[in-house]
């Protein structure tokens, strides 16, 4: 059969992603001309991608979506030119695949006799969902991402007038409620035939978007060849209304163990396009660390790691030298960098006295952010893995309790023995596009009501961060950081290449290393946006005890947290009594006064 195809794309970026070259690596030999449709700009490397496929490539303005790209791509063909070929396709970059063959699909519907057919469909809806479809409800339709419309359509007059008098688009809701939502009826009731090539009938009780919203079963049961990129990046309350939350991840998961299709093709265009907080939620990107199974013995960790330790207190000193102690038999290399002259040589004694084992290389730095930015630079490149560990902020402060406990915690969660490291290194091995993992944020003693994870505090100072990193200030979303520690956290140097050729654009010729002018604060918010500059995201780690304290405490939470008046009472009420005393009697006077009067 031959076939005429349109592929329309649209980048914000006008970045063409690699899952674009792989759906047209594999539709290609199925097509024997390619017209391909860029609404916007496109970025010269995109555009040789593009090219490989198809000399003719079209760029256009970003007016009338996809609607107006495909009649724009039809009128270039020309109506006389269209007629010496059989099938005409119109598909787009809303999609993902093929996972299965495109071969099994065409074999089937080269079969079929009838006038157009697509891969999925839309099922009936009794009302108009958008308010403007010409039926007042919204009809079974195929999906516009893929149509498929033989030579006995596209050369009727009904075909070339629909084209010709396509009224112009400016909104989504107009391309689905003037377009895609009315194509199939409006052509069915004028006699034409038509198939679903992923056939959904039984589905129409339980979901009207079925590849939306029974994604698994679209794969394991019907092998459809594609899903839309939008199921990553679902709205996480549509996400949580319409099922368990498991949409994307258990898709990931039969992606991996069934089909041949490489999900870091998902991953690198999720990543590069979406906010983090998004990217997190709809990929559950929190795993289990099992500890349970002994690795010391039978598994040898690959990677090449490195631990980096800012010793701001040395009070605290301790704490860490017994959890290096608990690492023995690895193979790691340790640096510690001290933010107190004064202290350096104590430092040194416990060393040479407790961490034989370790090569160990100690440096004096002025803070926190100059350790890590050193390490990024001179050593980085050596490591394939980094732990970063760092002690409280000020040996002066009284240290709470809770402040005790979340240091144990963290640090047993990320480094507890051997088998933990090694859990840690496989996780990595597994996700080539994991750049960092942490902690769960504590859900314990004075933070346990997240009342400081809103960053609005630094919000300002942060977009000057984004800003320079040349990210969009946009990402910035008030909920829980991408890098929820500042105690510590596992990454891979490469995630964090951005940081580290941006400290070399600090360097002078007097000192090794400037410090980059951010809070603390900042700089551990930007490290997740840094990381997915470089095309990285950022995971949560949990071994069991620490995955079953955080459900424990969380559940607690959600029941008593009716109000955030609630929590910022009880929240003064524990740690600010003496405030409260003071504040409410002057309160009650007011009061007094005001009802008096």
């Known amino acids: 059969m031959r076939r005429v195809a349109v592929f329309f794309f649209f980048d914000i970026e006008g970045v063409v992603d690699d899952y674009v070259v792989y759906l047209l690596e594999r539709i290609k030999p199925f097509i024997e001309r390619l017209l391909i449709i860029c609404n916007g700009k496109l970025n010269d490397l995109g555009q040789k991608k593009l090219n490989a496929f198809s000399e003719e490539l079209i ?117 689905v409620g003037y377009h895609e939502a009315i194509f199939t009826k409006k052509f069915s009731d004028l006699g034409f035939t038509w198939k679903v090539y992923v056939e959904t009938k039984d589905l129409e009780k339980i979901t009207n978007y079925p590849l939306m919203f029974q994604p698994l079963d679209m794969l394991k049961n019907r092998r459809c060849p594609i899903l839309k990129r939008k199921l990553f990046f679902l709205d996480y309350q549509m996400v949580i209304n319409e099922g368990s939350g498991l949409l994307a991840p258990e898709v990931i998961k039969f992606i991996r163990e069934s089909t041949d299709y490489d999900t870091e093709l998902i991953y690198q265009n999720l990543i590069r396009t979406q906010r983090p907080d998004i990217f ?12 349970s199974v002994n690795h010391e013995e039978s598994a040898v960790i690959q990677a090449k790691l490195a631990i980096i330790l800012i010793i701001n207190d040395i009070t605290f000193l301790q704490t860490f030298v017994e959890q290096f102690q608990r690492l023995k038999g690895l193979n ?9 002259t004064e202290r350096v040589t104590a430092i040194d004694e416990n060393i040479q006295a407790n961490l034989k084992s370790f090569k160990v290389h100690l440096s004096h730095v002025n803070d926190t952010i100059s350790g890590l930015l050193d390490f990024l630079v001179r050593f980085g490149q050596n490591y394939d893995l980094v732990l970063f560990m760092k002690t409280k902020a000020d040996e002066k402060v009284s240290f709470l309790s809770s402040e005790k406990a979340n240091y144990d915690l963290q640090l047993s969660n990320l480094a507890g023995n051997y088998n933990c490291v090694y859990e840690i290194s496989e996780l990595f091995r597994k996700e080539p596009s994991l750049g960092i993992i942490c902690s769960p944020y504590p859900r314990f003693g004075e933070e346990r009501y997240g009342l400081d994870l809103n ?39 490469r ?43 950022v995971g949560t780690g949990m071994n069991w005890d620490t995955a079953r304290t955080t459900i424990t405490n969380l559940e607690i939470i959600v029941r008593q947290k009716k109000t955030v008046r609630w929590a910022i009472k009880e929240w003064l009420k524990e740690y600010y009594p003496a405030l409260l005393k003071k504040i409410i009697p002057i309160y009650q006077r007011i009061r007094c006064l005001v009802f008096q009067k």
């Open 59 to 175: 760029i256009r303005p970003n007016r009338g979506f996809d609607v107006w790209a495909y009649k724009e791509a039809i009128e270039y063909i020309g109506w006389q030119s269209l007629e010496s070929y059989n099938e005409l396709i119109l598909f787009n970059s809303t999609i993902y695949g093929p996972f299965f063959p495109f071969e099994e699909m065409f074999g089937e519907m080269d079969k079929e006799s009838v006038d157009f057919w697509g891969i999925t469909k839309y099922h009936r809806m009794e009302f108009d969902p958008i308010g403007i479809i010409v039926y007042r409800y919204m009809p079974e339709h195929l999906q516009s991402h893929f149509i498929a419309i033989r030579k006995s359509m596209f050369t009727s007059q009904y075909f070339r007038e629909y084209w010709t008098h396509m009224r112009p688009i400016n909104s989504y809701n107009e391309a």
């Open 280 to 291: 997190n939620h709809n990929l559950h990107s929190t795993y289990l660390i099992p500890e």
């Open 332 to 340: 790691i290399d340790i640096y510690i960098y001290s933010t107190m």
């Open 455 to 493: 960053w609005q505090h630094c919000k300002e100072e942060l977009i000057e961060v984004l800003q320079e990193l040349g990210l969009d200030e946009n990402l910035i979303h008030d909920d829980i950081p991408c890098v929820n520690s500042r105690i510590a956290f596992w990454f891979r140097p």
């Open 495 to 537: 995630s964090l290449e951005t940081l580290r050729s941006w400290s070399n654009r600090t360097e002078d010729n007097n000192k090794t290393l400037n410090r980059l002018t951010m809070s603390e604060d900042v700089f551990f918010y930007s490290l997740g946006f840094i990381a997915k500059k470089s095309g990285f995201f």
